[in-house]
């Protein structure tokens, strides 16, 4: 499985950007970027995915490198609700359920100060 | 509440015990899965079904333990003779089958093990 490193842990202040990185230099063509959260004392939280092209919802936006061998998530204005464990995963195409089969790191623990 | 639930939040047992945890998946999502948490790490991959049938299932899952979907609605996953080193969060997820490439997989609160 193609691997992604991100930092350990990174600081914000409230109401503030934060550009969360995550380096996948072996991804393949077919491979999904997927960023899932994890506040504390709770499960996993989908956030945002992307193949090529940036991508924008109501919680984040996704930033795909061009050669695809990185990606940055980008909260446009951290809560205090934003402190969590970010993973970066990559996730096969294919129609089979298997590819939900998603290998996590340990992520990227945020800290946001008030 | 429409999420995946997942029964009992927290269990304490003792070593040797037998433990069951149970998971409902959102209605209408015929894939689910189990994953396996420990402190400090991300979540690792137990099993999944797709209706009742169990397609996969990693090495991490030993003899000791069993997971099963008998209607292709809620799922178990048990444990037998519990090890102190079995003490994690056990984190159940859906999702439906669907050819729109939605991405999500949806995770319950989880239920977490103390074997002592």
């Known amino acids: 499985d193609a691997k992604t490193t991100q930092p350990n842990s990174m600081e914000s202040n409230e109401e503030e950007p934060v550009h969360l990185p995550c380096n996948h230099s072996?991804?393949?063509?077919?491979?999904?970027i997927h960023w899932y959260r994890q506040l504390p004392s709770q499960g996993p939280e989908y956030v945002i995915h992307?193949?090529?092209s940036n991508v924008n919802n109501r919680m984040a936006s996704l930033a795909i490198a061009e050669d695809r061998k990185s990606s940055t998530l980008i909260l446009h204005r951290a809560t205090l609700r934003d402190a969590a464990v970010y993973y970066c995963?990559?996730?096969?195409?294919?129609?089979?359920?298997?590819?939900?089969?998603?290998?996590f790191g340990k992520g990227t623990l945020l800290t946001v100060n008030p | 509440d429409t999420g995946v639930s997942q029964d009992p939040r927290h269990k304490i047992t003792k070593r040797g015990q037998n433990v069951t945890f149970r998971c409902d998946p959102i209605?209408?999502?015929?894939?689910l899965y189990w994953y396996r948490q420990t402190l400090g790490q991300g979540p690792e991959f137990l099993t999944y079904f797709q209706n009742e049938a169990q397609l996969e299932k990693s090495r991490l899952l030993s003899d000791r333990f069993s997971a099963e979907r008998p209607k292709g609605s809620f799922s178990t996953l048990e444990i037998q003779r519990t090890e102190q080193g079995d003490s994690a969060m056990y984190l159940c997820?859906?999702?439906?089958?669907?050819?729109?490439?939605?991405?999500?997989?949806?995770f319950g609160e989880g239920s977490r093990l103390t074997v002592l």
């Open positions: 997820a859906s999702r439906p089958q669907s050819l729109w490439n939605t991405g999500e997989l949806f």
């Open positions: 209605s209408e999502h015929n894939r």
């Open positions: 995963i990559l996730r096969a195409l294919n129609s089979g359920g298997s590819n939900y089969k998603l290998t």
């Open positions: 992307g193949l090529t």
């Open positions: 072996t991804i393949s063509g077919t491979d999904y």
